[in-house]
């Protein structure tokens, strides 16, 4: 499958710097992971030199005709210290979890703080996203890179270790019977893991696959698609595409173990020849009378367990070089460099009464990627205490326009001045604590009426505010007849007690959030775009009414919604097309009058059926 040009580029941080920054991140978050990896990697290597020397040292013992009770003793101390050492490892691996774990969290922790507080243009960048779930992916579990490989590291200093003190003893026998075991593992090893290694270079095909059998999993148990199930008796095709999915899958995995079947039997032929090169010149050897049989059992227990270690070695590497790669991603996103000032800015504190001017002076934007300016050189004044309604159709840089206003995004030309001032010199969280705002898809979370009103949780929620909010927002009689009033949970997808508002309710809520900030600018960018036309005026006056003197930026694309502003902006082609008060705009006759026109013919119409 091919790959897409984000997987094939070159990772930043090559595998000895990602083992060297996971045992910085160990010695920062638990420095115990360290010692239990050393303590692992000593009794790894102490169980494999007591298994080697067990059998030659007891056949010497009794070529020199040893007592029996001291032949037990030697037994008996082999025995205690394999005992010793494999408890020992027991209890270190029982308790390494920990430690790995509290790295593995650090990290997650880390990397969700990251994306919590990044700048919004990551949050619509597509790439910084692919990377940023391939980054969550590496922390996902126990088996996933971001703890998995302290055993990785911990397994392949055991092998390299041993692998050291096995070629010293062959090399007493001839230098050739340790090159042999080292080619012939090798080889077995590359070749093999190329075999092997087909899975891992289809893997893409294989998340696609599960993907999707396992979206229809997901879909089948949606309580939300319930209904649609037994009315329109979709069952049977969900089960259909549920089989197909799965058949392609387990035609994918049977493909896979044929690959693993070559693999293995070129394993079986290279150890064949390996060990019969091997083993024949040791018993060659023992019959010229070279070896004694303690040293006979050494060397050919040291050759079968060389050939493990080389193979280790190796295998080592191929998986430390696989996590390696998705630890570098890991670090990749948490490295990327900021787009905002964010703590090396200017302090922007909030002025009490202040009336705040924005002004866009010649700006132009075009979103990453794209052909051409959704905006090109607008020059705007919003005066303070103004109230600006932005209207326009569909598509025309309304929503764009806010997120400049708003600091979500800089002009990819000219300014957005704060009274008078560039913002980019400021600390961009500050210079969002002037603002606002209700979007078309806000935030509603999973907690109490209270906390959603606060955004804050517990001791920081002002609740004589939270209830005077609510009155004002013209809500609190609705919040006082639900079982738990204000401590209410708000929606089901956590509390099963939750409770579900209508749209408009959930409207008034929002506006109880936004009078609670109580920041000198308010934004409303078509939140009430599900309401009918009325409903979203009613509400609309209510947001003028309750904001005051504040400076407020209203967007709709209906036009009657916001008559009651001080000035009107229709937005079209990148710019300004007509600015007035709506009583003069409809007087020029121009393009808002003719769309004016078109939208209340058409409620008149809708009026006209309806009767």
């Known amino acids: 499958m091919k790959q897409s040009s984000t997987d094939k580029q070159k990772p930043a941080y090559g595998m000895a710097s990602n083992c060297a920054f996971m045992i910085?991140?160990?010695?920062?978050?638990?420095?115990?992971?360290?010692?239990?990896?050393?303590?692992?990697?000593?009794?790894?290597?102490a169980a494999s030199l007591l298994e080697l020397f067990v059998v030659p040292s007891i056949l010497t013992e009794v070529e020199r005709g040893v007592?029996?009770?001291?032949?037990?003793?030697?037994?008996?101390w082999f025995t205690l210290g394999m005992t010793a050492v494999r408890a020992m490892q027991a209890y270190l691996d029982a308790n390494t979890l920990f430690g790995r774990v509290a790295v593995r969290s650090g990290l997650g922790l880390d990397l969700h703080l990251r994306f919590c507080r990044t700048a919004f243009p990551h949050t619509e960048d597509p790439d910084y996203i692919k990377r940023l779930k391939k980054a969550s992916r590496c922390l996902d579990s126990n088996s996933d890179p971001g703890e998995a490989v302290w055993k990785t590291m911990t397994g392949l200093a055991t092998n390299v270790v041993s692998f050291v003190i096995y070629l010293l003893l062959l090399s007493q026998v001839g230098p050739w019977v340790a090159g042999l075991c080292a080619a012939c593992s090798a080889a077995g090893y590359f070749a093999g893991e190329r075999i092997r290694g087909w899975r891992y270079r289809h893997r893409e095909e294989e998340g696609k696959l599960i993907h999707q059998r396992d979206y229809m999993i997901v879909r089948s148990r949606d309580p939300y698609l319930a209904k649609d199930i037994r009315i329109f008796g979709i069952g049977p095709w969900l089960t259909e595409l549920y089989d197909k999915y799965t058949r392609l899958y387990q035609d994918f995995y049977a493909k896979g173990q044929r690959y693993c079947l070559w693999a293995d039997l070129l394993d079986v032929g290279l150890a064949l020849a390996r060990n019969g090169a091997?083993?024949?010149?040791?018993?060659?050897?023992?019959?010229r009378g070279e070896l004694g049989a303690a040293e006979f059992v050494l060397y050919f227990t040291a050759v079968s367990g060389f050939t493990q270690w080389v193979a280790g070695i190796f295998s080592g590497l191929g998986e430390l070089h696989r996590q390696s790669l998705e630890l570098s991603v890991l670090r990749e996103v948490a490295d990327t460099p900021e787009p905002f000032r964010f703590g090396d800015g200017k302090p922007l504190p909030v002025k009490e009464n202040h009336r705040y001017q924005l002004e866009l002076r010649d700006v132009s934007f075009r979103y990453p990627g794209g052909s051409e300016d959704t905006l090109s050189h607008v020059n705007l004044t919003i005066r303070p205490g103004e109230k600006l309604a932005v209207v326009g159709k569909n598509g025309a840089g309304k929503t764009t326009l806010i997120k400049l206003l708003c600091g979500f995004?800089?002009?990819?030309?000219?300014q957005v001045l704060l009274d008078g001032e560039d913002i980019?010199?400021?600390?961009?969280?500050?210079?969002?604590r002037h603002f606002s705002a209700v979007f078309q898809q806000f935030s509603?979370?999973?907690g109490t009426m209270a906390e959603n009103v606060a955004q804050a949780a517990g001791e920081d929620v002002d609740l004589p505010r939270v209830w005077d909010c609510l009155?004002?927002?013209g809500v609190a009689d609705k919040i006082r007849e639900l079982p738990k009033r204000e401590n209410t949970q708000l929606g089901r997808e956590v509390y099963l007690d939750g409770v579900d508002l209508s749209g408009g309710q959930l409207q008034r809520l929002m506006l109880a959030r936004a009078l609670y900030k109580n920041a000198p600018v308010v934004v409303l960018d078509e939140p009430t775009a599900a309401l009918d036309p009325i409903a979203e005026s009613d509400l609309y006056q209510k947001y003028s009414d309750l904001t005051?003197?504040?400076?407020?930026?209203?967007?709709?694309?209906r036009l009657a919604s916001t008559r009651f502003c001080d000035r009107v902006l229709l937005i079209e082609n990148g710019g300004i097309a007509e600015e007035g008060t709506h009583e003069a705009l409809l007087e020029r006759g121009g393009r808002y009058a003719h769309l004016f026109e078109i939208q209340s013919k058409y409620y008149k119409e809708g009026a006209m059926d309806d009767e």
Not at 33 to 39: D, E, I, N, R
Not at 409 to 414: F, L, Q
Not at 424 to 432: A, E, G, K, M, P
């Open 424 to 432: 980019r010199q400021y600390d961009r969280r500050d210079y969002y």
């Open 548 to 557: 005051g003197n504040c400076t407020s930026v209203y967007i709709s694309h």
């Open 278 to 287: 091997a083993y024949g010149l040791l018993i060659a050897m023992a019959l």
């Open 67 to 76: 007592s029996p009770g001291e032949l037990c003793r030697l037994i008996l």
């Open 471 to 473: 009155e004002r927002a």
């Open 409 to 414: 995004y800089d002009p990819t030309g000219g």
């Open 24 to 45: 910085r991140r160990a010695w920062k978050d638990c420095k115990g992971v360290l010692s239990v990896c050393a303590g692992l990697i000593f009794c790894g290597v």
């Open 444 to 446: 509603v979370m999973a």
